[in-house]
Structure formats: C-alpha cells, structure tokens
C-alpha cells in the first residue's frame, strides 16, 4: 500500500509507516537496518527499484532522500510504501527550500530503534560521505565512482577523504575478478613479477583492481585502455607464464593457467541489487579495501591546486604497490588506517563502526 | 612452480572472495534419477552461477543409456532449466557444457569403469581437474557395494600425490543398525572416513544451521535452555504429500526410518546438545554424538509412540486416496506414514523434559519445526478466569517453509479489565532472493568440493540413532496395522492419546 503525503514533517511519515504496516497485518517485520539513499528526481526510481529488490535479502527501512530546489519555501513531501512485493517498507522524502539543508532533521526520527544504518548514494556522492551530515549518521557508507558524474575523478576524491565504514560500488563490482584470480594463484602459485589490467577508461573498478594487485602482491601494474565493456582482462605475469582472465565482451570469461586448457568461466557484469545486496551482508569496515584504495592514494600524485584531473592516467601508467605500507591486521569493526609512508593525507573516525551482522 | 607460500592475494580479512574449491570434477551415478535431475544437476548450476565453481570443473554422467553426448547435455539442460533457482544464463551454461562427459554402462560392467577412468584421466588432462574427483551415488543404496567395488577395481577409488577422491551417499544409511554397519564397512573398506560424505540435506538448510548461531551467540536463551524452565520439546517434520511415485523407496521403509533416524533425531541433536568447543566439524559431531548417546526410549513403547497410515480424504482441497490404494502398494502393507515417539535425555539439562518426535505425510500442511514449550509461570496473581486462555510460553524455530522464529507469550488482552491471552512475536527470515537463501544441496555439494565436513554426519551418529529407532520399528513389526488417519488431519488419534497420557497436546504448527 502507498500513502502520499504533502506538506508533511517526520513525525507523520512516522505514524504513516506505522499505519501502513498495521494495515498489512503484521506490525513486526524483523527490519534489520534503515537504509538511506540519497539521490535525486531522475535517478530515484532506479536506485529505489535496487533498494527494495535487496530488502527481500536484509528486509530493511529505505529512507530515499531527494533534495529538491533549494530556494522557495521550506517543505517535506514523502511517499510512504509497504508490501508491493518487498518485505522492508519505503519512504520517499522531497526536501525542498532551506529544509534541504538540513536532511539529518527528517530522516534522523524515522531511523530503526538501535540498528544499523548504511548510507548509499547511487550517483554523485560527497567526497568525503563520513564528514556528509547524513554521512555521519551511518555506520556504513556506500557510494558508487562509476555512477558518478566526475566519473574520471571521483575515485581519487574517495580514496583521499577514506574513512573506516566506507565502500564503493567499484570495489563490490570486483568480488568475481578478485575470486579468480586469487583461485588461479590457488591453482598455480607462481611468483609474480608484474601485472596488466586492461579497461575502457576511466574505470575506477580498473584502478582498484591495479591497486589491489599491486599492494597484495608487491609488482607493477600496468593499466591499459580497452574498448570496454568495463574491464576487460587482467593478468598476472610471471615467468612461468601468465595467469590471465579475459572478458571481451562483458559475459563470459576465459581463464588461462600456464600449462592447462583455456578454461570458459562466465563473469557476467552484476545487477545494482546484487552488488548491494553483497555490500549489505558485512556491516563492519571493509579492511582490505580500506588497504586498496590507500594504496590507490599513494598511486596518485598529490592533487595540484584548481586542476580537477588527478584521476587515472591510464596507457602505460604503473601503478606500483612496492611500497606499501599495510594496514595492520585487525579485528574489530574500529578504524587503524595505520599506514606508513602515506603522503595523502587519511582521516579516519573511529567509534562509528559498530560491529552487527544481519 | 617456486613456491608454496601463502597466496598473497588472499587475506582471512577479506570476507569478500568467496571459498572457490580447488580444480576438480564430480562423477554422478543416477544422473537419470529423480534426486539428480530435481536437486544435484539445478545445484550445480546454482553454483556456477554464483561464481563457486572452479573455472575447470567438469561432471560426468554414469547411466545405463545408450546415449550420445547430446542426449546427456539436453537432460542436465532441461533439468538446470526447469529447477534450478536461479535464472539460465547462456554464458553460465557454456561455461559448465565444455566440462560435461557421459559414460554409458551398467555398475557390473568393467568396461564402462574403464571408460569412466579414462574419461577422469582426459579430464584431468583436458580440463586441469587434477586427480580431484568426488563420486556422487545417486543410486538405489542396494547398489553401493557394486560401485564402491568397482570404484575401486579401476583404481578409481584411490588419491595419489596430494589429491584427493571422496565419495557422497544419500539416505538410507541403511534400515536398520545390522544394514548401516554392512553399508558402512563396504564403503569404509574403499574410502577412509573423512572421505565419505553422507548427505542430511536438512543440516545444510540455513535455518537449521541458525539453530547454532541462535542458541549458542546469545546470552538470554542458554539460561532457560533445560529442564528448569522447559517443559517439552516438539519436533515437528510434516508432509502435505503423499508418497508420489516412489512406492519402490517407500514401502518397507515406512516414516520412522526415512525421517526420524536422520532429520528428526539430527534436530533433536542440535537443540539439544552442549556447546562445541568450537564449530569445527569434529567438536560438533562429538557434541552430537554424546548427545545422542544420552537418549532413552520409553520403557512402554505401546503407550509413548504412536504409528498411522493416511486413508483417503481431502487434501488441501484436493480428493486423495488411501495409502494402500497408492499404486505398487500392496494392501495388506504395514509401512507407516506416520510415526510419532517420545525420547528422553539421561543428562543433568534435560532429564525429565520429554521430546516428541513426529513427522508424516499426507497432513495438513507441510511444515518442519521445532517449539520448545516453557513450564508455566510458578505463580500467577490473577484469577483463575482471567488466565483461562493463557498457555505455555513458547519457543518456535521455523525450519521450513515459512523459515525463522516465533516467540509465544501471554499479553493482556486490550479493552478487557485483566484478560490474558497467548500471543506471537515472529521473526522472519528475508525472502529468497540472488544469494539469500541457496538450496541445502548447493551448500552441500560446495562443502565436499571444498572438504568442509561440519555438516555431514559421521557413521557414528548414524550407528548411534538406529540404536535409538531399532527397538521402536521392531515392536512395530511385531503388532499388525497401523492405524489409519484421514489425509489432510494432524495424524492419527493414537498420536493425540500418546500426548494426553503425559497431560500434553500436539502443537498445531
Ligand atoms: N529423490 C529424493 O528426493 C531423495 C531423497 C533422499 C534420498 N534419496 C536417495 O538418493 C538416491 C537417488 O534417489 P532418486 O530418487 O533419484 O532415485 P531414482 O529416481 O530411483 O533414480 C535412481 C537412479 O539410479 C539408476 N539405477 C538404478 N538401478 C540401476 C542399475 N541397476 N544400473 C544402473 N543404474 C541404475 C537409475 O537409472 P535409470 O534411469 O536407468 O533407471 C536412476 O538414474 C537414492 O539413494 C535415494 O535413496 C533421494
């Protein structure tokens, strides 16, 4: 059922949620996070369509905040949807007016009771989300380089303001490449003296995965331009031979191990549900993505001031990982960020991780 | 190849990259049976397409077909088609079809286990599968000793060189203690014992499986968990089917021996056992096995077991018939489809706190549960009116199919002066959905690829839990028919008087 409310403030949207799910007949759900996403008139149908698909997985409250015009009066509009297939329950929230400047105001009474909350802007993010005032409010904070519209520059602006509780999208969309490669070094554990990753640029998926090879495995990494769909291979080389993963045309895969048969694996590019939904099921910081994208950091030159383009250089840039000075293994959800020999400059927060598990 | 270190690309921080087992391939006998083409092949698939598969893996088909390798890849097509959870993706298939052979031959004929070795060798070779290779017997258990055999005639049967081999057999561990102990030491004398994975797909349902992390990750159950505060235990697995058309399977079996001795007593173990030391496979299996260990059976078992056959009646809206008019049935069988038992725990948590055990087929939904029923309150200050519709507090965990748990306690009713009355507080699990809720045999099949075997019983507990059931079907043979009940019902009335004797009702799940 869908209530539409106009001229509204949180505390109605509050009671409508409550109305609503009395109305379905089942006042508890199991809810297990609220999750904000933060986006805009053209994109909300889209990420919100993603939102509710992953709730059948982590039923959760979406809050989808979408700051309209800031000049005119102040005003609060929400929809407010239950059932329709999902088992978490929606709110759409306009903000319009100065009300946009202060979004913590709405959405901070219609967060669940003591847990978690995950912020996830589909599109353009704030640089640094952790210092975003809705940012602040999350223990986990999802953005998505690629969806950008600074697509060429937005990685470097992430990686430069990283904070514990962090992720992106361009980093979940790696999961099957890093699992074949780390499996065909299972396979064939031969040292590897440097690496190639080949994309349609600018890729920040690419650049993470250079980064990544680089600073686990200590080589060069070469990154190359392709035609694209996305990545579109990635080896390791090693004088033994390559270990190589190519993927033309953005399906299906070919697996090469020095030695044995072309082996077809399929690597299809993944749903925005599925990638969420991936991200959603670990709520502590992502620790090795937290080692890459620092790597990635030191990667890049120190931004020059009023250039805007410190992204990915591509063809022929080498991303080298010799240096890297590893986070130190941790346990808990709390942020180190120890690194040495950084020269960007790394915030980090500690105490708004909290370790919870759906 | 230099080293062997540590791959540096994996990091136990990284809870990202999935467990991908090593380069192998699974032989399955029965491809052409009910189990292969509805759960193993769909499995597979699932598995592939959530990227669990080594790139390489190959399966080969045994069957007694005359078939070209066409015929065998239209099959797994079809089956992976029409069953499998999630969606047919061409380039998925492609991946999986390169690494499909068949071989044709009957399990007394040298020759196809020739070709069948020959095959894993040019697999090994082709596909890099690397003298890993997992047997799985999709077969009638009659015909275990014939494969296990020739498995090991062929050399088929034995790793070499840090590779491995293991086998996987499917319920009925036999039917009786004698027959599980013959079975055991046909396959034991072939495969050592971690090589051998019995599947209890049940043990690989995520619900049963949150029946650890439930119990034994919170602080407020474990101090009411005993015969302080509960008050019995009802372990629940029935079935809104009849027997289809496995009358072969079925008759001669009867519901004790097809659900008790493995799902139900497996349940009975995990709710009820200690804690592990550790959730390795080998402290939960001793777990489990004091446990079951510590189980007794009531010293009259004419009044605390029960035992039924469902007659004809309406199902769910449906007209149904009897049992013994089910076709290859005999009319004079007694094999019951249902089976109902009291067990009790000789240890210092349960002694004294009965658990029934029941499960059939053909009853009024289908549902698997567990409810752990609280004693009552030691004193309630309120008249005895008032608490005429309170009931036990109560624990359920809903295994399937509407998975999670309900909290059952009493609240006032609204608008009256001090009613009281039963109430629920569910927890659900999400719905299903890309990866949520894999099928029990994906989880499975993944876990003997990788080794991992937590969630396999081990012969001893199946030893140990036909020493349980043994004396029950045995007096049930000795005293005639079972009684029969209305398909569609809660089971037969002995069942209800079995409960009554004891001052208790059946949960109606
Ligand atoms: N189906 C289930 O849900 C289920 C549940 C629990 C346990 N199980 C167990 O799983 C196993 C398979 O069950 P199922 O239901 O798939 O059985 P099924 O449908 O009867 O299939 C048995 C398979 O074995 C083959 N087979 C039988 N006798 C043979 C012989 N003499 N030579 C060569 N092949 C022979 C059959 O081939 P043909 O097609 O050529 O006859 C068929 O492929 C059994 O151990 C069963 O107890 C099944």
Same mark, same amino acid.
């Given at each position: ?39 805009? /008139?053209?994109?909300?149908? /889209? ?41 978490? /329950? ?14 913590? #105001? ?119 331009? &392709? ?11 090693? &004088?033994?031979?390559?270990? #190589? ?33 991936? /991200? ?28 805007? #383009? ?17 986070? $130190? ?22 105490? #708004?991780?909290?370790?919870?598990? $759906? | ?30 491809? %052409? ?95 890099? %599968? ?7 017997? @999709? ?45 055991? =030491? ?29 119990? !034994? ?62 959730? *390795?496979?080998?402290?939960? +299996?001793? *777990?489990?096995?004091?446990?079951? @260990? ?5 010293? +009259? ?72 029923? !609280? ?35 009493? =609240? ?47 012969? *001893? ?38 409960? =009554? +004797? ?5 949960? +109606?799940?």
């Amino acid at each position: 059922m869908r209530i539409d409310l106009t001229g509204t403030n949180a505390s109605q949207v509050t009671s409508s949620l409550l109305q609503a799910r009395r109305q379905a007949g089942s006042p508890s759900m199991g809810m297990v996070l609220t999750l904000v996403v933060v986006t805009d /008139e053209a994109h909300h149908g /889209e990420a919100l369509r993603s939102a509710r698909e992953v709730s059948t997985e982590h039923p959760a409250r979406i809050l989808g905040v979408i700051r309209g015009p800031a000049r005119g009066k102040s005003r609060l509009d929400a929809e407010v949807t239950i059932g329709d297939g999902t088992s978490g /329950e929606t709110a759409l929230l306009r903000l319009s007016g100065e009300l946009t400047r202060h979004p913590v #105001s709405v959405v901070t009474p219609l967060l669940l009771a003591d847990s978690p909350v995950v912020v996830w802007w589909p599109n353009d993010a704030p640089d640094d989300p952790a210092g975003d005032p809705l940012g602040r409010l999350a223990q986990r904070r999802i953005t998505d380089c690629a969806n950008s519209r600074r697509r060429s520059t937005a990685m470097a602006g992430q990686a430069q303001h990283h904070t514990a509780g962090n992720t992106d999208l361009s980093w979940t969309r790696l999961t099957p490449w890093r699992a074949l490669l780390a499996a065909g070094l299972d396979q064939h554990p031969v040292r590897v003296t440097s690496a190639t990753v080949e994309a349609k640029t600018p890729n920040p998926s690419a650049d993470l995965l250079a980064a990544w090879l680089g600073s686990r495995l200590e080589v060069p990494v070469e990154t190359r331009r &392709s035609g694209g769909p996305g990545i579109t291979a990635a080896r390791l080389h090693s &004088s033994h031979g390559d270990i #190589s993963l190519d993927r033309p045309d953005g399906r299906l895969a070919t697996f090469r191990i020095p030695g044995e048969a072309d082996r077809p694996v399929a690597l299809q590019r993944r749903s925005t549900a599925e990638l969420l939904a991936e /991200e959603l099921r670990r709520l502590d910081n992502d620790d090795i993505y937290q080692q890459t994208v620092l790597a990635y950091a030191r990667s890049q030159q120190p931004p020059a001031k009023g250039k805007r #383009s410190t992204g990915t250089k591509t063809t022929g840039t080498k991303t080298t990982g010799k240096t890297t000075g590893k986070t $130190t293994g941790k346990t808990t959800g709390k942020t180190t960020g120890k690194t040495t020999g950084t020269k960007t400059a790394t915030k980090t927060r500690t105490g #708004s991780t909290r370790r919870r598990r $759906t | 190849m230099t080293s062997l270190h540590a791959n540096p690309l994996r990091d136990p921080q990284d809870r990202r990259l999935p467990r991908i087992a090593g380069p192998c391939g699974l032989v399955l006998f029965g491809v %052409t049976g009910d189990l292969s083409r509805k759960k193993l092949m769909p499995a597979i698939y699932d598995l592939a397409n959530r990227g669990l598969l080594p790139p390489g893996f190959s399966l080969v088909g045994f069957a007694r077909r005359d078939w070209a390798h066409q015929d065998f890849t239209q099959i797994v097509h079809d089956a992976v088609k029409e069953y499998a959870r999630t969606p047919f993706r061409e380039e998925v298939w492609e991946q999986l079809n390169q690494g499909f052979r068949f071989v044709s031959g009957t399990f007394d004929d040298d020759t196809a286990f020739g070709r069948l070795r020959e095959t894993v060798e040019e697999l090994d070779e082709s596909r890099g %599968t690397s003298g890993n290779h997992a047997f799985y017997l @999709s077969i009638p258990p009659s015909y275990f000793p014939d494969v296990v055999g020739q498995l090991k005639e062929h050399g088929l049967a034995s790793p070499e060189g840090g590779n491995w081999r293991r086998v996987v057999i499917e319920k009925p561990f036999g039917h009786d203690l004698a027959s599980a102990r013959q079975l055991n =030491a046909v396959v034991s004398e072939v495969f050592p014992p971690e090589s051998v994975f019995r599947i209890d797909h049940y043990l690989g349902k995520e619900t049963v499986q949150n029946i650890l992390a439930f119990r !034994f990750a919170n602080a407020m159950f474990e101090p009411v968990w005993n015969s302080n505060y509960v008050d019995h235990v009802q372990i629940t697995m029935a079935e809104d089917i009849g027997i289809g058309g496995r009358a072969g399977y079925y008759d001669g079996i009867g519901a004790a021996r097809d659900v008790i001795q493995n799902h139900l007593l497996q349940l009975m173990a995990l709710i009820a056992m200690e804690d592990p030391a550790s959730f *390795e496979a080998r402290s939960l +299996r001793l *777990e489990k096995q004091k446990l079951l @260990s510590a189980v007794t059976l009531p010293q +009259r078992l004419d009044l605390h077991s029960a035992r039924g056959q469902y007659a004809a009646g309406w199902q769910g809206g449906e007209k149904v018939i009897g049992y013994l008019d089910e076709a290859d049935i005999s009319n004079t069988s007694t094999t019951e489809t249902y089976a109902a038992l009291r067990l009790d725990i000789e240890n210092r948590r349960w002694a004294g706190v009965p658990f029934y055990l029941r499960t059939g087929k053909r009853l009024g939904r289908r549902v698997t549960e567990v409810a752990v029923s !609280f004693k009552r309150a030691p004193h309630l200050p309120f008249t005895s009116t008032a608490t005429e519709e309170l009931g036990q507090n109560a624990l359920v965990m809903r295994i399937q199919p509407d998975e999670g748990v309900t909290l059952r306690f009493g =609240a006032k009713v609204p608008g009256t002066a001090m009613e009281l009355r039963d109430v629920n507080m569910d927890f659900a699990y999400g719905g299903a959905f890309v990866e949520s809720s894999p099928e029990a045999y994906e989880r499975l099949i993944l876990d003997v690829l990788l080794g991992d075997p937590p969630l396999f019983p081990r012969h *001893e507990e199946v030893e140990l839990s036909w020493r349980i059931l043994d004396p029950v079907v045995q007096y049930w043979a000795e005293n005639g028919q079972p009684e029969p009940y209305a398909s569609g019902s809660w089971g037969p009335d002995s069942a209800t008087e079995m409960l =009554a +004797r004891d001052g208790r009702t059946w949960r +109606r799940p």
